[in-house]
């Protein structure tokens, strides 16, 4: 696999890197590894400002994006209860 990654970024990101004690190769596969095991991308990916935009929108309020967040938390710890799916008639 091939990535062009902007200079600035892969300086930095190497500088950390190497604080680490791994390589750009190794922290790739760790990232993907992550994403394929928990079906995910490994963190957050935010618009700065963005809940204050569609806070007009109720699915969209700051109460149902915690609740949400609150769910995923606990999902991920393996607070779930799994129910079978069926149809209705």
Request: net charge negative; aromatic share 6%; no cysteine.
């Amino acid at each position: 696999m091939n990535v062009t990654v902007d200079d600035n970024v892969a300086v930095k990101a190497n500088e950390l890197l190497d604080e680490f004690g791994m390589d750009m190769k190794t922290a790739v596969n760790v990232f993907l590894r992550q994403m394929i095991r928990d079906k995910s991308i490994p963190f957050t990916i935010d618009i700065p400002g963005r809940e204050e935009e569609i806070d007009d929108d109720d699915y969209f309020s700051g109460a149902n994006l915690e609740h949400l967040r609150r769910s995923i938390a606990q999902a991920k710890a393996g607070q779930v209860v799994y129910h079978d799916l069926i149809e209705a008639e």
